[in-house]
């Protein structure tokens, strides 16, 4: 392929037109400074979001957030929007970890209190929350329960003792898919992922104890009841095996069908069929039961992290869920598309859902502010906390970044470095690590992500979303 | 080492080379199955069927190796040595040897999500064979 040469509209977006002879449908919109595009180009996320115009049905743009990054197929930050009726439906447009989130939960604890005590509170929590690498999950459920699970999500979680009503309404969606349909998932994906429940997993999965070090729109932060110097936690988990065999078994079944349905793509591992086929319509049912596996699976970590937080800071030591968001999703929302209102797939592939004020979706104490949304930075600087504009509802089916964006690659990153000496490190910094294994403090070392602060910045000033508060962390739990 | 890793921005991929096309898929199960865990002590005592179809070399060496991933991390089986009995280019047949996993005695890597098509290669080589697999992590 000819050099990938991206036009600046603005100071934060740029355009590649469509190119027909690619096999293009429609144009790559990404939202970028000059300086992020510098990384950027530099690997094959482009030519991916160029691939992603080719999908049939794609309606508007081939989005692309600050933090895109090579993916497999689609780009990690990548957003398009499907036709419904005539479009099709990618698993690799939601990805292997079918909605991989974020929670953030507040303490009423303030960093004071909690600094003193940060290696006691790190160690209990990576006690009482398993990784699950080497260790199984410590919700015990019988077969005929996962079904409940994959149908209730995080209510059945509620329902049966892993946390309160609040939890479940403080999640997007209310932590549960209504069109689950637990028997588009595979037995294998239910004896892969059924132990994990309750695990977090490895990769870039954490559990951050952090503290909000500034606050920047101080009527947002209140209706989140979060203020500076209180301490917060971010748990970054997904939908662990589970969700992973769903991607790996319908990924496979659509390979065998595109021919039929006389589609052929430049990526074999953006493997599609058509959203209203039984192939589209099973993976969207099987999806979503993965999806509610995801937020059951956060619920019972809070479950865990409460019990961990009493154990060292007593009874009195509460936590109060913020909300939780998925980004590794696709869901059928109604946009207007050149005057018109039209019924959409968005899948957001390492992306946020970032409503406005006023959407009935958002939960009511956040309506008048926007839809709280998360954005995990690198285990050494910081994460923020946005709420959605209308500029994501005008220009990027209400959607926005999703992390910092890895900028080198794991075997990159490792390259003649310690663990114990980068571990000294951080907690030199006053962040304290503890990880299953060594490589993945290694791996996911600050210097690995591009600067979480610069994509903030990107997706504010494009009025996609705007700053509420800045995190910085003190306990870091890995898988 | 019968592989070497590959750098991939987000992920992992790994080479593999084999002197014929069923010493190549053995030693990419070998691959995957140490990119996951400690794989120095284990043990053959148990044995796990594993058959895959698939369209062509590279669509079956994918399609094999998630039927490993499924047993490595969906049955949990650490497996040291795969036997392949029959291997055309739509289809293979193996007979793997391992045991149960162990914390202590097969320590995990890394959880491996998936094996995927990203700039996957299955060809020959003056010497035999080589592929090129990249994996979510």
Known sequence: MAEIRPVAIDAFRYRIPRDEALGMRTDVVVYASAALMHHIRKDQSLAQAMNVATLPGIVGSSLAMPDIHQGYGFPIGGVAALDTEHGVVSPGGVGFDINCGVRLVRSTLTEDQVRPRIKELVDQIFRDVPCGTGREGRVEIKPAQLEDVLRQGARWMVANGYGDERDAAFAEAGGALDSARPAKVSERAKERGGPQLGTLGSGNHFLEVQYVEEVHDAAAARAMRIETGQVVVLIHSGSRGLGHQVCTDYVALMNQVMPRYGISLPDRQLACAPARSQEGEAYLGAMAAAANFAWANRQAILHFLRGAFRRVFGAAARLELIYDVCHNIAKRETYTVDGRKREVLVHRKGATRAFPPGHREIPADYRSIGQPVFVPGSMGTASWVLVGQQGALDETFGSVCHGAGRLMSRTAVRKGKDARHEQRKLEEQGIFVRSESRDGILEELPEAYKDVDEVIEVVHCAGLARKVARLRPMGVIKG | ?137
């Open chain 2, 1 to 137: 080492m019968t592989f070497e890793l590959l750098e991939h921005p987000a992920d992992i991929g790994f080479r593999a080379r084999g002197r014929t096309l069923a010493e190549l898929f053995g030693n990419c199960g070998h691959a995957l199955v140490s990119i996951i865990l400690d794989s120095s002590a284990i043990e053959p005592v148990q044995r796990v069927p594993l058959a895959a179809a698939g369209g062509d070399y590279e669509s079956l060496l994918v399609n094999w190796l998630n039927e490993v991933l499924y047993a490595v991390d969906g049955r949990r089986m650490a497996l040291g040595a795969f036997d392949i009995s029959r291997l055309e280019e739509t289809r293979i047949e193996c007979l793997a040897w391992g045991e149960p996993r162990d914390p202590v005695r097969h320590p995990g890597r890394v959880v491996v999500k998936a094996v995927t098509y990203h700039q996957l290669k299955v060809a020959r080589t003056a010497e035999g064979w080589l592929a090129e697999v990249y994996l979510d992590i």
